[in-house]
């Protein structure tokens, strides 16, 4: 057996403990990752060394990525942590917008504020104790007695604004929230004492049993019947965020009983159709999510808007679809295939549904303008056009469903789309 040389380690070496910190902060950036992996990990760089930037990198790349969404995240930990040697005043500058307000944290890569939380997350339980003989620095006091409550405010934060804390508060207020629908009105009728509609064949029959007296006449009225509601979503690069919070929204109307709903049926696309309604039905959330994102194998990746809907006409329309059912379609309608193929689909989606409202995250820019092509073509096919970025966005959709005129901006987009045509 041939016998490695021993490697220049020093004695008090810290690889293990920053190791075992570093993957301290990707669990709390929310990748899997437990004491196995971290073992793994530190016996994977005493056989493969730490000389080489790269080598290392992908050295703990191979112990601690199982998925390739983890990436991302994984990316901007490692970046900040082994990288960057001043990275905790880094992190320090990231959390600082929010102080200022939300616009300016757009400026932070994708997943960084994320990562930058994860880490300080770890520093701040290791800080060292302060000395009781040092002088305290100055306290400054805050009135907040005139802001709006934490709660409210995170009603309206942009889901891609969140922080981790912020995102775990608004995924159990969303678990709150109903998605109420009105009965639909059958042309089937039935016996009822109260009714409005003569039922003369009862009567008679009731006669009959008399020797043929009347004594009262008997009424109908209308059956009712819940809608089925059919939910379309977007999982691309561009959606992800959105799309994960929308999932868990869903589940909690799927789950509700007693809301109205005859049956919930969830779909999501990137590339590819992918059916989720038997993972959403599962009553642990994390368990659902789990089990959808291993049923749909696209996630983050480009997006075919067409094809999709194309998919889901020819074989699921007419399953999902016979009860005058109520399609919330989710994305930024940012298409990367043929124009002409989106506009026929989403034409014969919307004569297919009863309503076809469509919920779209880049609607809550005051700038947003159909420019696009894939939303040139979608917008005349629409029933209701909303956005659908933050807790109260998806608040407003329980009224927009319960009342069938409300049509949201499409008309407004619409009185753009003409502007913009050619005279």
Known sequence: MTELPPLDIPDHGKLSHNITHFARALRAAGLPVGPGRVIDAVR?????????????????????????????????????????PRFLEHMMGLMLPSLRGVAEERKARAAERRAAEALLDGAEREMPEIDPGEPAGE??????????????????????????AEIAEAKRMLARLRLPVKPLVSRRTRPATLGRLPDWRGTMRAAQRRGGEIGALAYRDRRTRWPNLVVLCDISGSMSQYSRMVLHFLHAVANEKGAGWAKVHAFTF??????????????????????AGSEAQDWEGGTRIGDALHAFNRDWSRRVLGSGAVVLLITDGLDRGAVDILSREIERLHLSARRLIWINPLLRWDGFAPKAQGIKAMLPHVD?????????????????ISSAGDAGERDRMRALLRQDEPV
Request: hydrophobic share 45%; net charge negative.
């Open 270 to 291: 990137g590339t590819r159709l992918t059916n989720i309604t038997r993972q959403l039905a599962t009553r642990d959330v994390d368990a659902a999510l789990a089990a």
């Open 139 to 164: 306290e400054i006091e805050i009135d907040a007695s005139q802001t709006a409550s934490g709660r409210e405010r995170l009603k309206t934060l942009d889901f891609e604004q969140m922080s981790l």
């Open 44 to 84: 994977a760089v005493e056989a493969a060394g730490f000389s080489e930037r790269g080598d290392f990198y992908h050295t703990l790349a191979a112990c601690f990525l199982s998925r390739p969404e983890h990436r991302q995240v994984f990316d901007q930990v490692f970046r900040l942590y082994w990288r960057d």
């Open 384 to 400: 209701c056009f909303r956005a659908g970025h933050s807790i109260a966005a998806l608040e407003d959709l329980a009224a927009a």
